[in-house]
């Protein structure tokens, strides 16, 4: 689990990059690459974590967790990306904000 987060702290500058700078081809990457490249540090930790809790609670537990990640995180996304596009004006703004997602989760 620790491997996959390090290419995805090494990585995410360099492709939001490629992004900015080949907007014809990386508007088609875009929208999906984000979600490719984050979802690999926890496809394993899904699967540790559901396994590490008991039988009869598991699914709530785990449930509960991932909808109030998905909505602290996920829903203040489109907010908080606008607003650093807003105030620096650097269209690699969203980079900074899934690097520092990236480091706090992977503070556990």
């Known amino acids: 689990m620790i491997w996959p987060q390090l290419v995805v702290l090494v990585l995410t500058y360099p492709a939001f990059l490629w992004i900015v700078q080949n907007r014809v081809r ?24 559901t396994e590490v809790l ?27 990306v606008t607003w650093l596009l807003h105030v620096t004006g650097d269209p690699l703004a969203p980079s900074w904000y899934l690097l520092l997602a990236a480091i706090v989760g992977s503070s556990r």
């Open 26 to 49: 990386g508007r088609y990457c875009s929208a999906s690459y984000p979600v490719v490249h984050r979802s690999l540090p926890f496809t394993a930790f899904y699967a540790a974590f």
């Open 54 to 80: 008991p039988q009869n609670i598991r699914g709530g537990v785990f449930a509960t967790i991932y909808a109030v990640a998905i909505a602290t995180f996920g829903g203040t996304a489109q907010l908080v």
